[in-house]
């Protein structure tokens, strides 16, 4: 009876001394240093894949001024890991913030820009182009209506090793005008290279103020050139098939009465009118299918709407 006391009597004082070995560890330490790990979502344009992006601005808005900042770049050092232009402290795990990362980085830093409100305004190309991505705005953290507190649930979902996660995303709208060449474009033979060029469209306001849950188009109606990405030519397999040609344009997105698409085929102006009200939301690519005879264009079908990121698809309607 004494040895099987003695047994109970050392395994209590193990499991008291467990518990307070659990009680008692230590918790990590909060790294006050703004660290950051950003991501790019897939089928960006040009450059902008999370192992190419080369730089981006961070806003940070605090529940005190003091460790609010505005568009600060940020850029990756010799090591690849990435360091802003100034030293950026976070105000405490328990302090709630804001924040909103931009890519490409904003041009103006002689300016203090606004951390509430409408914070910046962004201006797509007039001219287009495959090869530049100045007219794809990413974001990160947009949309995001409350504080951000590091210690609570909502700071767990935003936080993976002591860095912010920055997911970029597109914040605009691709619109692609898909164009079917009758068959009688190839009475002479197939085309070998795409008879289209100088592609504009007409009925977009090209600049959008971009807050933290923001993004209003501003400006006036302009034109826009499109441009032929570099899998946007489809020569058909004889003559009593059909050549197809696509042309792409970023806008920021945006509520329109119609809109007007306007091209050179073979050295002979078309033009076609979209009527009724579109809406062209953030993060989508549209697609308009159009077809072209010799003397007339017309629209093949609805446009068509899917997220520009991964699957899906829905029918855009007019009222």
Known sequence: MR????????????AVAIGCSKASAPETPFDPVVRVNPEVAPQTRGSYTTESLKEFD??????NSRYSYTNTKFTKNTSGEWEPARQMLWEGKDKGF??????????KRDVALALTGD?????????????SNASDLLLAGWGLSQYIIP???????????????????HAFTLLKVQITLGTEFNHDGVPENNPINELKINGFKPT???????????GNVTEIQAYQPTDGWKKAEDKNHNCVVTF??????????????????????????AEGLYSFGSGKSYTLPLTVGKDEVIVGGDITA?????????????D
């Not at 804001?98 to 041009?107: D, G, I, M, S």
């Not at 792409?248 to 078309?270: A, M, N, R, W």
């Not at 899917?306 to 007019?318: I, N």
């Open 151 to 169: 210690s609570s649930e909502l700071g767990k979902d935003h936080f993976s090793e002591g860095k912010l996660k920055l997911e970029f995303s």
């Open 119 to 131: 914070i910046f305004e962004f201006t797509v190309e007039s001219n287009q182009t495959a090869e």
């Open 3 to 14: 040895i099987n006391t003695s047994i109970f009597i050392l395994a209590a004082l193990a």
């Open 98 to 107: 804001k924040f909103l990362a931009v890519a490409p980085p904003l041009p």
């Open 58 to 63: 961070l806003f940070i808005h605090s529940e």
């Open 248 to 273: 792409e344009c970023i806008l920021p997105p945006q509520d329109v009465d119609g809109f007007t698409v306007k091209f050179i085929c073979s050295g002979k102006p078309y033009i076609y009118t």
């Open 306 to 318: 899917t997220p520009w990121k991964d699957g899906g698809s829905k029918d855009l309607e007019t």
């Open 208 to 218: 959008a103020k971009i807050g933290y849950t923001t993004l209003d188009p501003t």
